[in-house]
């Protein structure tokens, strides 16, 4: 099977799969083997390109020269025993401890 996206105006609006086009749609793969990444309704495709943009997941994010959403304050941190979310409001990563319980 192969997966089709819906383009309008460079927004996808609509995901099908199936065997053919259904007419009008691009084909994209879910692996992002080509077109960069898997279409997502709300992203949108860059015919100059030929990929497919995620949709934007801040406000405050920019895209960079990849093509890839970035935070203003760097990368996902990464440290063992930690979790690490997005805060629009502080602009920042939080970090949450993991606490294992015994049940």
Do not use: C, H, Q
């Amino acid at each position: 099977m192969k997966n089709w996206a819906k383009v309008e105006e460079g927004f996808v609006v609509n995901i099908v799969v199936g065997y053919e086009n259904p007419g009008g749609y691009i084909e994209y793969s879910t692996s992002g083997e080509f077109r960069k990444n898997a279409a997502m309704v709300g992203g949108t495709y860059n015919e100059e390109k030929d990929i497919f943009i995620n949709p934007k997941p801040w406000d405050s994010w920019v895209l960079n020269n990849n093509d890839e959403w970035v935070s203003p304050a760097g990368e996902k941190p990464s440290k063992e025993g930690f979790i690490y979310s997005w805060d629009e409001e502080s602009l920042s990563w939080k970090e949450y401890e993991i606490v294992e319980i015994d049940i």
